[in-house]
């Protein structure tokens, strides 16, 4: 059982480059969410889905798009990257019931030249 | 809005000692409280939640949380650190009252246990 997957673990872009982050979960959970993580700001949302064929804002969305087209994948990218776009991006889901228990992915590790 | 402060940004204990790390709160509502530990080159793994019931609250790996609403606390302890419990540890709310299960998380606190 894998849990959470993200690929790649790590990239360098250079700025103004374009790249998909790809998250799957094998544990049939309906809920799916994006974070970022920057030193001293903990982990801020950018982009969240509660079903398949559904996305919705966070609380950093700008920069980012997000698509989940099938259940157990969702898809964060970059359009044009920016130095500010620097961070470890966590993928995480969660199913209904558990009340918010996160299960997250080991991140990627992303450097904007 | 909801929000959640560790006031420390590192906690320093020497090995078999106990250890608390702080954490508060502000939700409109009552609030469901997480705590995940973070070690290197890895993602948040959940350690506990408090939802209802007891205030006292047990995890994995030997921690525990107490639930202190007139204090809007809840701080994470362990009543004898070990070396391996060195990591960042993350304090996250949510407002029960929100239909959907989105996490505010602290800005982590490092605990660093020593031989």
């Known amino acids: 059982n894998a849990g959470v997957t993200q690929t790649p673990k790590f990239r360098v872009l250079k700025t103004g480059q374009s790249m998909t982050l790809l998250c799957a979960q094998d544990?049939?959970?309906?809920?799916m969410y994006w974070y970022r993580q920057d030193p001293g700001m903990g982990l801020r949302l950018i982009h969240y889905?509660?079903?398949?064929?559904?996305?919705a804002k966070g609380e950093v969305p700008d920069g980012y798009n997000v698509s989940r087209l099938k259940k157990q994948n969702f898809l964060l990218g970059l359009e044009s990257a920016a130095p500010s776009q620097t961070s470890v991006y966590f993928c995480?889901?969660?199913?209904?019931?558990?009340?918010?228990?996160?299960?997250f992915g080991n991140g990627t590790r992303l450097t904007v030249t | 809005a909801q929000s959640v402060a560790q006031p420390e940004d590192q906690v320093n204990v020497a090995e078999g000692n106990p250890l608390t790390v702080k954490c508060t709160y502000s939700?409109?509502?009552?609030?469901?409280l997480f705590w995940y530990v973070q070690y290197p080159n890895r993602g948040l793994q959940f350690l506990l939640k408090?939802?209802?019931?007891?205030?006292l609250v047990k995890g994995s790996y030997g921690f525990e949380a107490e639930f202190n609403k007139s204090q809007t606390s809840f701080h994470l302890k362990k009543p004898s650190a070990l070396v391996s419990d060195s990591a960042l540890y993350f304090c996250?709310?949510?407002?029960?009252?929100?239909?959907?299960?989105?996490?505010?998380f602290g800005t982590g606190t490092r605990l660093l246990v020593s031989p």
């Open positions: 889905s509660v079903g398949e064929g559904t996305t």
């Open positions: 939700v409109s509502g009552n609030p469901y």
């Open positions: 995480a889901s969660s199913r209904t019931g558990e009340g918010g228990t996160l299960h």
């Open positions: 544990m049939n959970h309906e809920y």
């Open positions: 996250a709310v949510r407002d029960k009252r929100t239909g959907f299960q989105k996490l505010v």
């Open positions: 408090y939802i209802t019931g007891d205030n």
